[in-house]
Nanobody, 118 residues
Framework: QVQLVESGGGLVQAGGSLRLSCAVS???????VGWYRQAPGKQRELAAS???????TYADSVKGRFTISRDNASNMVYLQMNSLKPEDTAVYFC?????????????WGQGTQVTVSS
């Protein structure tokens, strides 16, 4: 069973930085991983993702400010968030997408709160 545990959220002023970490149990080497976020009253949206071949996707709203990375040796996923804005306030969820061949199975962490004050 895959388990994901996020850490690194908190309260920061606008313009500040935070680094989120996600510890993945089991090997994530061949799987896609990333971060979704959900702001109050809004749908969950993809913030950033990185495939097993290191192909990266960012939401337009975070491009140039967020950097996603993965360390397969330690089964960790990171999200470096710079120049934070109040609109980045959300619960951030780490995920792993397991390719079953016939489709994808998603595993989620419990989420970590990021609050950016103006």
């Amino acid at each position: 069973q895959v388990q994901l545990v996020e850490s690194g959220g908190g309260l920061v002023q606008a313009g500040g930085s935070l680094r989120l970490s996600c510890a993945v149990s089991g090997s994530m080497r061949i799987n896609n991983v990333g971060w979704y976020r959900q702001a109050p009253g809004k749908q969950r949206e993809l913030a950033a993702s990185i495939t097993s071949s290191e192909s990266i996707t960012y939401a337009d709203s975070v491009k140039g400010r967020f950097t996603i990375s993965r360390d397969n040796a330690s089964n960790m996923v990171y999200l470096q968030m710079n120049s934070l804005k109040p609109e980045d306030t959300a619960v951030y969820f780490c995920y792993l997408a397991l390719n079953l061949g016939s489709g994808w199975r998603y595993y989620w962490g419990q989420g970590t709160q990021v609050t950016v004050s103006s």
